[in-house]
Structures are given as structure tokens and as C-alpha cells.
């Protein structure tokens, strides 16, 4: 069983850091290094949407536009833990983060949130003006 909790999430200025953590604390945890990690997040109204994964040993990494240059994901693999490191926050970045781990065999670092199989409850980040 995948068990997502994520921490890190707050309140923060315009230009902030904060730093995400999700670690998989499920009886399946052996399985974390060969899962495809992301991040998603849904803004108040609207979709959700991928904001960045990576592959199974951290070698290859992919993002949104929207955040490209401004956050970095990473994995401890012996921690089962990832990361979403963001710098410079804006206003929009304001929403609800969400750890996903993609079913074992899965390579792609998919954008579309229905092809992840494994989901955290979620950590709200709100940045102010």
C-alpha cells in the first residue's frame, strides 16, 4: 500500500521560499525507488495541474512552464521521501500541493493527473502579494 503524506506547506511573501516534502510511509515503501514521483497542484476553481516530476533514481527531471527555473524536485530514495524546493514565489503559485507516485512498470513523467495512480492529501501553499 502507497501511503503519500506531505508537509511543508504555509503561508508566505511574494518572493518567498518554501520547501515541500512527501514522504511514502505505506507498507510499500521498499517499491518507492522504482516509482515515478510528482507534484500537481489545484488552485481555488480550477483544474489540476502537473508542476513537476522525476524518474526513478533522480536522473532525469521535467516541469511546467510555469515554474521552470524557479522550482526543483528532488528524491532520497533511502528516505522515500521527494522534494519540491520553490524559490521566488508569486501569488499564483497560491494552491493546494499534491504528492503522486505513479504505478511501478510506469516510466512516463506524464502531465495529465488521470495517469497517476497515487495521491497525497494534499498541502495548501498560499503566497501573498
Not at 508537509?7 to 510511509?25: E, F, H, I, M
Not at 526513478?56 to 527531471?61: L, P
Not at 503559485?93 to 488521470?114: E, I, L, N
Amino acid at each position: 500500500q502507497v501511503q503519500l503524506v506531505e508537509s511543508g506547506g504555509g503561508l508566505v511573501q511574494a518572493g518567498a521560499s518554501l520547501r515541500l516534502s512527501c514522504r511514502d510511509s505505506g507498507d510499500s515503501g521498499h517499491t518507492f525507488s522504482s516509482r515515478v514521483m510528482g507534484w500537481f497542484r489545484q488552485a481555488a476553481g480550477k483544474e489540476r495541474e502537473f508542476v513537476a516530476a522525476i524518474n526513478f533514481v533522480g536522473g532525469s527531471t521535467d516541469y511546467a512552464d510555469s515554474v521552470r527555473a524557479r522550482f526543483t524536485i528532488s528524491r532520497d530514495n533511502v528516505k522515500r521521501t521527494v522534494y519540491l524546493q520553490m524559490n521566488r514565489l508569486k501569488p499564483e503559485d497560491t494552491a493546494v500541493y499534491y504528492c503522486a507516485a505513479r504505478q511501478v512498470g510506469d516510466w512516463g513523467m506524464d502531465h495529465d493527473a488521470k495517469e497517476w495512480q497515487h495521491w497525497g492529501q494534499g498541502t495548501q501553499v498560499t503566497v501573498s502579494s
